[in-house]
């Protein structure tokens, strides 16, 4: 029993030890983030039928038709995902819209706030836009936005701290 104890001992304290520890510096970083590798994860929904607009079957929109650029007209990557709606079981498309940081331009938002508009364009004759503003800040083992703040139409649909992005909805009129 007591050999049980003191074993059960050492392993708390080890384990203890060894999460202190690993605050301090030199110590590895589990998963280290940086804002070169930003993302808004977005749901696109129809306001008319509250519906997506990326549903698994029926689109409003092909996903091939989705682009989003900066103001400059450099397209952002997007990836795809699955979704299942909890409430009707429906599969619907996610997007991530990839790295809306831009090290060859951003580095002024280790300073202060910086704002950028992205245009989504759903099709040859719909766009819409992003703004994100964000400050970032460097960490220990990296980078993360202090502040991540996206609207959609000027009005404020999320404000993300210490992270390196965001999960949005944006419903289309």
Not at 23 to 44: A, L, N, T
Not at 86 to 98: A, L, M, P
């Amino acid at each position: 029993m007591r050999l049980t104890f003191n074993f059960i001992t050492i392993i708390i304290v080890s384990a203890v030890t060894l999460s202190v520890a690993s605050c301090y510096k030199g110590w590895p970083c589990e998963e280290p983030y940086y804002v070169d590798q930003s993302s808004i994860q977005v749901i696109f929904k129809d306001a008319a039928t509250s519906g997506y607009l990326y549903p698994e079957l029926n689109a409003v929109y092909s996903r091939d038709s989705l682009k989003v650029f900066d103001l400059q007209g450099r397209p952002l990557k997007l990836l795809f995902s699955q979704n299942v709606d909890t409430g009707n079981r429906k599969r619907f498309w996610e997007v991530d819209i990839n790295n809306i940081y831009d090290p060859s331009a951003d580095a002024a938002s280790f300073d202060s706030e910086l704002c950028k508009s992205f245009i989504v364009q759903y099709n040859s004759r719909e766009t819409d836009t992003i703004k994100t503003c964000f400050k970032a800040r460097k960490t220990r083992c990296g980078s993360e936005f202090e502040v991540l703040k996206v609207y959609h139409r000027d009005s404020l649909l999320v404000s993300e701290y210490n992270d390196i992005g965001a999960l949005i909805t944006i419903i289309k009129n």
